[in-house]
Antibody
């Protein structure tokens, strides 16, 4: 069974930093493209970015609102995905989900999410 | 960036009725890379449909997807109590810029 478990969320002041982790199990993590999606309170889903598997170059892409501030990385030896968030803004307050991209390109497995609150 | 617009914003129906949810794209979705997700309160989204019309593993056949180009539809043939939730469409054809619709809330009438 695929499991994705996010951790690292919490309360942070504007301008601060936070690193989220996503522990993966139940599938070959190194073969998967992995994604971060967030959902602000009462709002819809927002794709933040992805990281390709190493055999596809291991490169990353980001959505405009977070480009230059957020960094996605992976440690295939630990089956763990990361999201480093710097220069946090109040509007970054959201539940952050890690997801796994299927062979078809859709997001077939999701973690339970971790809440990040940016407030002074 | 492809903008997805879902309608209606809220749909009020009774169990047993048929639900039709729409998703319109600002430009053609390439290679039919269109998916639908269901989200219940306090839960993560769940993949229902990918590739416009293919059901994900474990999804009942009362859920079906159709459409092409810029117009897509999710149909729930006969609503069960557990189907009342928020539904999102997503396009993943213009990678790396993946976008979601704003969601349709399906509520019990």
């Amino acid at each position: 069974e695929v499991q994705l478990v996010e951790s690292g969320g919490g309360l942070v002041k504007p301008g601060g930093s936070l690193r989220l982790s996503c522990a993966a199990s139940g599938f070959t993590f190194s073969n998967a493209w992995m994604i971060w999606v967030r959902q602000a309170p009462g709002k819809g889903l927002e794709w933040l970015g992805h990281i390709k598997r190493v055999t596809d170059g291991g490169t990353t892409d980001y959505a405009a609102p977070v480009k230059g501030r957020f960094t996605i990385s992976r440690d295939d030896s630990r089956n763990t995905l990361y999201l480093q968030m710097n220069s946090l803004k109040i509007e970054d307050t959201a539940v952050y989900y890690c997801t796994k991209q299927s062979l078809s390109g859709s997001f077939d497995s999701w973690g339970q999410g971790t809440l990040v609150t940016v407030s002074s | 960036e492809i903008v997805l617009t879902q309608s209606p914003g809220t749909l009020s129906l009774s169990p047993g009725e048929r639900a039709t949810l729409s998703c319109r794209a600002s430009q053609s979705v390439s290679s039919d890379y269109l998916a639908w997700y269901q989200q219940k309160p306090g839960q993560a989204p769940r993949l229902l449909i990918y590739g416009v019309s293919s059901r994900a593993i474990g999804i009942p056949d009362r859920f079906s997807g159709s459409g092409s180009g810029t117009e897509f539809t999710l149909t729930i043939s006969r609503l069960e109590p557990e189907d009342f939730a928020v539904y999102y469409c997503q396009q993943y054809g213009s990678s790396p810029l993946i976008t979601f619709g704003q969601g349709t809330r399906l509520e019990i009438k």
